[in-house]
């Protein structure tokens, strides 16, 4: 009964998230400049008109970004490749931050950020 207990506490402590739904081209196109994706030390902010500035534990990289088709495409000096992402979002039913998974297209690896509010 003890364990019942316990596990029902762990339950509603966790924070409420809606089912995870893929992005289109334009809801992504829409979603990244207004948004700060973060997970600890690391965050990402994206801008109107295609830069991106990834920061972790005070180094910064600046980037690029766009939409192709149902991606969000990336690509980080010195490389000129572009790697494209599905953009899964998931909104949070409590005080918790939304989040935003990245699945890249060619190996299926998922990297869950939250949504951080904008600086006001």
């Given at each position: 009964m ?5 596990l ?13 739904r893929?992005?289109?081209?334009k ?6 400049p207004?948004?700060t994706?973060?997970i ?10 295609g ?28 490389s000129g ?6 953009v899964?979002f ?15 297209a ?13 600086a006001q």
């Amino acid at each position: 009964m003890r364990v019942l207990a316990t596990l029902i506490v762990l339950f509603v402590s966790i924070p409420a998230l809606a089912e995870e739904r893929r992005l289109s081209g334009k809801e992504i196109a829409s979603l990244l400049p207004e948004i700060t994706a973060s997970i600890g030390s690391i965050k990402q902010t994206f801008a109107a008109d295609g830069g991106t500035v990834f920061t972790q534990d005070g180094r910064v990289s600046n980037g690029r970004w766009r939409v192709r088709g149902d991606f969000y495409c990336s690509t980080w000096p010195p490389s000129g490749a572009w790697r494209c992402y599905e953009v899964h979002f998931e909104k949070s039913e409590s005080e918790s931050p939304d989040r935003i998974i990245w699945v890249d297209a060619q190996l299926g690896d998922k990297t869950i950020n939250f949504i951080m509010p904008k600086a006001q």
